[in-house]
């Protein structure tokens, strides 16, 4: 936060400043170009793309899922591709550009790495990340991501329910709440220490929506292990939420009685809420949340895409909100 005033940005997340643009144009400007030289190279183009969105990457190892049977578990949208998924990133940790994270976090050390349970839970314990990674079946999870700054994904994720390992830890008659802690490590992560946030990045969730089938603990995508830039080697993943609600990186997850505060609200409680559910009726001061560009399909010059609201997972988790005011709980 202190470190964009100090740039002379007035707000946390850096949505509509030019990186996107940039990027978005240099996109518009290839497939332009692919259009003027020939239908055919046209066509090569359309076929390679879409092969990208499928096909295994084969960048890192392999993590397979078996297709989900949760409801609304898989969108039927068109997966992003890969290279966007990857290469246009929020993780604060390496950096604020959307392509800092790629460029920087190599220097992530996702071995050895640990997950402390804590707080309110009969079974306490450090889980091993390749102990973790074993608790649960993994299954493929192909889900929109909305982030708060207008733009969206669809992504194949690798993972199973965080509700599996809430199940074997057992939280406490007093756990109403789950906070989730990513690794703040200066000597590897380069903006930590910077006063962008306040590190630890920090996160939580009621512990209904944790327990939301929905609610992925994820260590993969598209069939590989997560990308370093993507939160390796563990993230939560939360559809009907607003992107930063899915922490990176996790090394804790803490049960507690009372409602954590999170890295995103101590920066500017006005702007973020607790919730942050995707509400395409509650705007942000400085965003509309009524639409969305999807990156790497919606252009500059598209038509924005209307936002639905829980990111269109309503009909799975309506009822955790029954009789809530969702302006005043945004
Ligand atoms: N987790 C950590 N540790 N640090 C971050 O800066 N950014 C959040 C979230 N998780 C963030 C984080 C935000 S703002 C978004 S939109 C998503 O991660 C982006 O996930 P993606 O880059 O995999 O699309």
Redesign the pocket.
Same mark, same amino acid.
């Given at each position: 936060m202190h470190f964009l005033r100090d740039k002379g940005f007035d707000h946390a997340?850096r949505c509509e400043i030019t990186p996107r643009a940039t990027y978005e144009r240099r996109r518009e400007l290839l497939k332009l170009l692919g259009c003027g030289v020939a239908g055919a190279a046209m066509a090569s183009w359309a076929a390679r793309d879409a092969h990208a969105q499928t096909a295994r990457p084969g960048k890192l190892a392999a993590l397979s899922g078996a297709r989900s049977a949760v409801s609304g578990g898989a969108t039927m949208e068109k997966p992003s591709a890969y290279v966007d998924?990857t290469g246009? #990133? #929020?993780?604060? @940790?390496f950096g604020t550009d959307k392509g800092d994270?790629a460029q920087n976090a190599h220097t992530l050390k996702t071995r050895p790495w640990t997950v402390a349970i804590e707080g309110e839970v009969k079974k306490p314990k450090v889980y091993d990340i390749d102990e973790l990674l074993k608790l649960a079946p993994m299954e493929e999870r192909i889900y929109r991501?909305r982030?708060? @700054?207008g733009w969206s994904?669809v992504?194949p994720w690798v993972g199973y329910s965080l509700a599996e390992l809430i199940r074997k830890v057992e939280p406490t008659g007093s756990a109403k709440y789950v906070e989730f802690v990513?690794?703040a490590d200066p000597k590897t992560m380069p903006f930590v220490g910077s006063g962008v946030?306040d590190w630890?990045?920090a @996160?939580g969730l009621r512990l209904d929506e944790a327990m939301h089938p929905l609610t992925l603990l994820a260590f993969g995508m598209y069939g590989e292990v997560l990308p370093n830039? #993507? *939160?390796a080697p563990v993230?939560a993943v939360v559809p009907w939420k607003? *992107?930063?609600?899915? *922490?990176?990186?996790i090394v804790k997850i803490r049960f507690t009685a009372k409602q954590p505060t999170t890295?995103?609200v101590k920066s500017a409680a006005q702007e973020y809420g607790f919730y942050s559910n995707v509400n395409p009726e509650v705007d942000h001061p400085r965003w509309s949340q009524a639409t969305e560009r999807r990156i790497g399909e919606d252009g500059i010059f598209a038509k924005k895409r209307p936002t639905l609201m829980f990111n269109g997972y309503g009909p799975q988790v309506a009822s955790l909100y029954a009789g809530m005011d969702l302006k005043k709980n945004f």
């Open positions: 997340h998924a246009y #990133n #929020n993780f604060y @940790e994270p991501l982030c708060v @700054e994904m992504i990513t690794l946030l630890p990045y @996160e830039q #993507n *939160g993230r607003y *992107g930063f609600k899915s *922490g990176k990186s890295s995103w």
